[in-house]
């Protein structure tokens, strides 16, 4: 299975600021996705990331808010940008590499 | 819209107690139904995939069902290392996002020793 790792695993940001999470993987997949992980939450699908394509959002989530970038096949970035409480969260990537794993997550608490 | 619902929403067991966790959903065509563990401060770990009615999937004392509308995850003479969040997932059939996994909230549970 792939071996996902993510920077930074943890972080405490000011509101009105921006937090860019990053997410490496040891092989390279076709897929990357993005996870949101609210307190007591289902963990939530945010965008479909796709080295060489636009990244695809799910509902409720847009791309000023959560650009993301796939400059290659094995990494990937998720900006938090003008950051409220609200999205005071675990943040999680995944790949598909047979089956769907998940990296460790960054945890984003926001005051 | 695909729903996934687990319960109970926590689970506490004695040492070789053995139980159920149950997950059922609403999907409008079903590519697989994926069971995760997760522990406090970590990633989810992923354990099994069920892709039809009546296949069941087995890893030392975690045992995986699949019926048309719910899965059941057995755990036999568990462990305190069993102790964790365990989460279930539907992938559906088509759509945008091929591989989108929709998540219930999952079951923690404890098992004491």
């Known amino acids: 299975s792939a071996v996902i790792s993510q920077k930074p695993s943890r972080d405490i940001c000011q509101r009105g600021t921006s937090l860019t999470i990053q997410c490496q993987v040891d092989?390279?997949?076709?897929?990357m996705f993005w996870y949101r992980q609210q307190p007591g939450q289902s963990l939530t699908l945010i965008a479909t990331?796709?080295?060489?394509?636009?990244?695809?959002?799910e509902s409720g989530f847009v791309i000023d808010k959560f650009p993301i970038s796939r400059p290659n096949l094995t990494f990937s970035t998720l900006t938090v940008s003008n950051m409220s409480p609200e999205d005071s969260s675990i943040y999680l990537c995944s790949v598909v590499q047979h089956e769907q794993y998940f990296g460790p997550g960054t945890r984003l608490t926001v005051t | 819209e695909d729903q996934v619902t687990q319960s109970p929403e926590a689970l506490r067991l004695q040492e070789g107690e053995s139980s159920s966790l149950n997950c059922s959903y609403t999907?409008?065509?079903?590519?697989?139904l994926f069971w995760y563990r997760q522990d406090p401060g970590k990633g989810p770990e992923f354990l099994f995939t069920l892709y039809s009615a009546g296949e069941e999937k087995e890893k030392e004392r975690l045992k995986a069902t699949l019926t048309k509308k719910e899965s059941f995850l057995h755990i036999t003479a568990p462990k305190p290392e069993d102790s964790a969040t365990y989460l279930c997932a539907v992938q559906a059939l088509g759509g945008g996002s091929n591989y989108k996994l929709t998540f219930g909230k999952g079951t923690l549970l404890t098992v004491n020793p």
């Open positions: 999907v409008s065509g079903l590519r697989g």
């Open positions: 092989s390279q997949v076709t897929m």
């Open positions: 990331a796709n080295q060489g394509s636009e990244a695809t959002y």
